[in-house]
């Protein structure tokens, strides 16, 4: 596409649209289980990608951040957030989520609305279900 003349603008909403789709499928899913290094690995795909349509010599992070790209850790949060609150609003999956009656502040002021599995190992806690309790419960899990 760059070579046939289309301007940056046009080929990075094509990449938001077609490309990047791929790197968040499911992410609010798979996306709290994921290592430093898988997490490197997604946002080095990212920006070999945005490297290929601008220039080989400006830094990948600042094209990014110049054709106002999020980065992918934040665009999955982010999305995580969503699809949490969604669920909880209007989803035949509401039961996943269990409401406290008598929400009260806890330690730094935090009010938890939602009631927090109860997770005996890293792996558990590491999950989805823990992981979108405390994204509903505002904390940045």
Known sequence: MKQLGVDESTICIYWKAEGRVH?????????????????QDLQRVEHRAVAAFTSWRE?????????????????????????????????????????????????????????EPQCRTKRYQQSAVPFLTKLLNGESA
């Open 23 to 39: 790197l968040e499928a499911a992410s609010a899913v798979w996306g709290s289980g994921l290592t430093v290094r898988q997490a």
């Open 59 to 115: 830094d990948p992070a600042v094209s990014c951040q110049r054709l106002g790209l999020q980065p992918l850790a934040a665009r999955r949060l982010k999305l995580a957030k969503t699809f949490a609150k969604r669920t909880v609003e209007k989803s035949r999956h509401k039961d996943i989520f269990t409401r406290v009656e008598n929400p009260y502040p806890g330690r730094g002021g935090v009010r938890r609305e939602w009631r």
